[in-house]
């Protein structure tokens, strides 16, 4: 598929800059995939669509305060994307900066040193042991906002750029379809028969790089870590087998699902009730899924992976005419944005 086909036409004015004050009452474009059909509602009544038996599948991963300020010794800021630890013995963290800079800097008053290492730029906290540095980071770090939101970080986004059910540390970007759950919402969700259960996987670069190449096949993946439960994944083939559905909500939660079946992933020491592993499974056109059934989302970048994976999921001709019918009844878009149903 040529990248051209992940194009659209986006006015600034529909990228959503604040979050809603009520999470559920976001627009909720309901995409029927055999037929097309749309449908225009608000997030709380997607309880309309969801059945005693089905399973609503939800990443409860936690977006880390990732983002930190720091100050070179000739007085110049310097702003540092923070994407995984290292090597927690001696508190190094792989980071992301704009330019070429290396050398000591001052967060806060904290001594650091960033450093190349091999081909990306590593952040190492000098006085700080692992412990140390994971709580300086927390009380200090801002939360890593994508560069669309154009307006700094504040911190009420500590809670609305977070879901509700967000429990585990480790994500560097919001799972945003799972920012419009609120707990009533989930309650009445839950008093369906429909049973919750949550998945993790750290959203990484992986996620939010855009894709470059001409032919989106030849982009590749960052890994992305995950962790899922044996138990949960023979319940949802034994839901399947009976006719039930999977609603996923999120292309995070469905990565993960999908990179586990499609065995597209480094086991990085499960057990036997657990797997755990690193995916860097790419979803584009001509994937067959084997786990979802309806896919939670939220409206994603033109050219980005996460739209691929829309289009993989859905014949392209209806996400392109629903993300033209969102543009004209001016829904919000991107993270702190609307959603949409696929069923």
């Not at 939010?208 to 439960?229: A, G, L, P, Q, R």
């Amino acid at each position: 598929m040529k990248i051209t086909e992940l194009n659209y036409n986006l006015p600034a004015s529909l990228i959503a800059q604040q979050p809603l004050k009520d999470r559920d009452k976001a627009k909720l474009l309901v995409l029927h995939r055999e037929t097309g059909q749309i449908e225009h509602r608000l997030f709380f009544e997607i309880t309309d669509y969801l059945n005693e038996g089905d399973f609503l599948i939800i990443n409860n991963t936690k977006v880390i305060p990732a983002r930190l300020i720091g100050r070179k010794p000739t007085g110049g800021k310097i702003e540092i994307l923070l994407i995984k630890e290292n090597k927690a013995e001696e508190s190094r963290w792989e980071i992301m900066t704009k330019g070429d800079y290396e050398g000591v800097v001052f967060v806060d008053e904290i001594k650091c040193l960033i450093r190349k290492n091999s081909n990306s730029k590593e952040l190492v906290f000098i006085d700080l042991d692992s412990h140390s540095a994971k709580n300086f980071i927390l009380e200090k770090g801002l939360m890593p906002l994508p560069p669309y939101i154009k307006r700094k970080p504040v911190d009420e986004d500590r809670e609305t750029y977070q879901t509700v059910y967000a429990q585990k540390n480790g994500s560097i970007a919001a799972p945003t379809a799972g920012l419009h759950f609120t707990e009533k919402l989930l309650e009445r969700i839950s008093k369906k028969g429909v049973f919750i259960k949550a998945i993790t996987l750290h959203v990484g670069v992986g996620t939010f790089k855009m894709i470059k190449s001409e032919e989106i096949e030849k982009h590749k993946m960052d890994s992305e870590y995950f962790e899922i439960e044996r138990g949960l994944f023979e319940d949802i083939l034994k839901a399947k087998a009976q006719g039930k559905r999977i609603f996923s909500v999120g292309t995070t939660t469905t990565r993960a699902l999908e990179g586990y079946a499609s065995g597209k992933f480094e086991d990085t020491g499960s057990d036997e009730s657990i797997v755990r592993g690193c995916t860097d499974i790419f979803i584009y056109p001509g994937y067959e899924f084997k786990v979802i059934d309806a896919l939670i989302t939220n409206f994603h970048l033109p050219k980005s992976t996460p739209l691929a994976l829309v289009y993989a999921f859905c014949q392209s001709r209806h996400v392109k005419k629903a993300y033209k019918e969102a543009i004209e009844k001016k829904y919000r878009f991107f993270s702190y944005g609307d959603a949409m149903l696929i069923i």
